[in-house]
């Protein structure tokens, strides 16, 4: 009976174990940033920058690499960066009806892009 119960607590501890590794090794860590505004950063996806001082935050949801093929037209890029820039905890999907600009200064709309928030 003992040896079925040092069993069982011996089993127990193991799964335990290996349920806390799956849980920490599959975390998603969000960096975040502060910057000025006007300032160059960098952010790639899923990352994080606030803005100094003020109750602004822009996190990079998502890229978008879908150029149209060679030798063809298109009357859109097929490459973009989808962001939220929250604004004193209001959220928006561009900075067209914020006070504030965000700016895509570079990208490969693949890994990263490089942002500066000005005001408008």
């Known amino acids: ?15 335990t174990i290996l349920v806390l590794f799956y849980i920490f090794n599959n975390i998603k860590y969000i960096k975040i940033q502060s910057v000025n505004l006007n300032e160059e950063f960098v952010l790639k996806k899923g990352e994080k920058a606030t803005i100094i001082d003020k109750k602004i935050y822009l996190k990079v949801e998502d890229f978008i690499y879908s150029p149209a093929p060679a030798g063809t037209q298109s009357i859109w890029s097929g490459l973009d960066v989808k962001y939220e820039l929250n604004v004193d905890g209001k959220s928006f999907e561009n900075s067209y009806y914020s006070d504030y600009n965000v700016i895509i200064v570079e990208s490969d709309y693949k890994t990263y892009a490089k942002f500066i928030i000005t005001n408008k």
């Open 1 to 15: 009976m003992k040896k079925n119960v040092s069993k069982i607590i011996i089993l127990l501890i193991i799964i």
